[in-house]
């Protein structure tokens, strides 16, 4: 693998799940994104959080594993809470907000909008995929 990701589910009371839209796109994701050199998955996918929405996270538990052959990634997806401090916009982030996970907005990057759904769809389940982009 050339890159690896780590990205972070967050829901609030109502079960519903926080995305970021991006400074740089039109486009909403999941808090999280590269693993540097040397750092576990884990680790990444606290620092990434604290770097885009500004807060203290906690990891619960692992949901799935996703290999993107076309990009030579392969992505950690974590079930996370916030620990401390409240999401806010960063340099990175213009936007944070919480939606029902089968509303997610048409312009949340595609993968990330797979995994939500078939999280949502059995939460329990820890999923080891090979993810390609559907034409």
Known sequence: ??????????????????LCKRRDKD???????????????????????HEEIGVTAQLERLTGVYH????????????GTIAEGAPATSDEV????YFPPDAVPHNTAPMQAERIRWYAEDPAVVRFLTQTPRT
């Open 1 to 18: 693998m050339k890159t690896a990701g780590a990205f972070v589910f967050f829901f609030n009371d109502q079960e519903h799940i926080l």
């Open 27 to 49: 486009l909403w994701n999941l808090p999280g994104g590269r693993v540097e050199d040397g750092e576990s998955p884990w680790d990444a996918a606290l620092r990434e959080v």
């Open 68 to 79: 993107k052959p076309l990009q030579d990634e392969v992505v950690f997806q974590f079930l």
């Open 94 to 97: 213009a936007e944070v907000r």
